[in-house]
């Protein structure tokens, strides 16, 4: 993964990868990023020393958050003394969007490591070390406002109350730190920047798992609607919806593993059919539950199918199964990605212009990938600007060294009000154009001061 992120043209998130980068490099210049609500401040708290690396370094953050989300799989089936425990690695590394969501800037891998490093607390009964951990969970991403409660559910279920005030450590510390910057104690709800009716429209209920394959492939997905199916019937065998029964092995996994991966399913499926918070219907978001998409796959199968085998005959399954899941993230992508259209000319702009832009000049753009290819600080205005800021300062003439404009022809008109005449009356010369083959136009423009 880590030779597929060094060559990989594009990541899996678009333009949310760049600007997670972008929040986490500067992060030591700008510290008021360490609460950026977007941005997600442990992400960036935690991956910000990676992210000085340059766009790899904060890639490299997320493999490492993948591969020690799968040891502690590992280690919480070595507690459930399941066979065959080393399937959990092919499982889920292999799915096809856990995949090419570890090659990525976003947010999905930190959240799915603290759900399930949290749960292996829980599993041995470090239930002071699990509750402060799991406390930080929201600030990784905002849908840990309704996976904390699944844990304070399961301490009441078997009686431990004094870890539940442990649970809010996270919202105080963070409350207490954002007070002293300067925001509001409740500043992760006054600062939200998620609105009610998302700007991205709404579809069907089911439009996401429509994408099955993108997200576990048909092999993992057999196996994932076989392994709830023996979960719940253990879950009722054992009569484990009974609160007031202790909790087995299969009430854990129930409470623990399936119930936040559940929860989380179904919030996304619910708020992008309904067009609520900000949700555009993406299949990536789901990467923060995978560990326990594998786990509850792994303990299930191995439950009820697998230890009644002869070992032989479960070895063969497995290698049959691991034949064809191995194969899935390969069979629509092809590793390293390439880039097309629109960033492919950005590439080759930013390629070509790089080595002769001066050091002191100003760059406007719509895309904010080119800033990330000229590798610039989008957050110094001196330097860089989005077009939104071109024709305020075209009128009071306010840019007194070389200026370049990289204008597209996708938004730069229609989203940012400027056209190619605004830039002639501003005294811009074309220097190249470069085209995709199709009708998108990247055009560079240049005036010198």
Partial sequence: MTYFSIYN?????????YWHYFFSKYAPQYPDFFLHHW????????????????????????ILCGLIATIYCYKILILLKIPFKWTILPLLIFSPLYFIVLQSALTEPLFSLILIATIYFYFTEKFFLGSILISFILFSRSEGTFIIPCFLVYLMIIKQWKYIPLLFTGFIVYGIVGKLMGHDFLWFFTENPYQLKSPYGHGHFMDILARYDAIWGLPFLIVLCVSVSIMIFLFIKHKQFLFWKPINETGKIFFLVFTPSFIYLVFHLYVWHFGLCGSAGLERVLASVFPGFALLSIWSINKLMLSR???????????????????????????????????????????????????????YYAYPNIIFELDRNPFDKSHNNELFAFKEHCKSNSISIPSFVFWDSNYSESTCGVSIKDLEDCHYTFVKDFTDGGDFHLKIYKRDH
């Avoid at 997600?40 to 953050?61: C, D, E, M, R, Y």
């Avoid at 063969?316 to 390439?338: D, M």
Wanted: net charge positive; proline share 6%.
């Fill in 9 to 17: 043209e594009i990541a899996e998130g678009g333009l949310d990868n």
């Fill in 39 to 62: 941005g997600k401040p442990v992400f960036i708290l935690l991956s910000t020393s990676f992210a000085q690396f340059g766009f790899i370094g904060i890639k490299v953050f997320n």
């Fill in 309 to 363: 085998f002869p070992r032989l005959l479960s070895l063969s399954f497995i290698l049959i199964f691991f034949y064809f899941h191995i194969q899935t993230p390969f069979q629509k992508l092809s590793y390293p990605l390439k880039s097309w259209g629109a960033e492919r000319c950005i590439i080759d702009a930013t390629t070509w212009i790089k080595s002769s832009l001066p050091e002191n000049c100003m760059i």
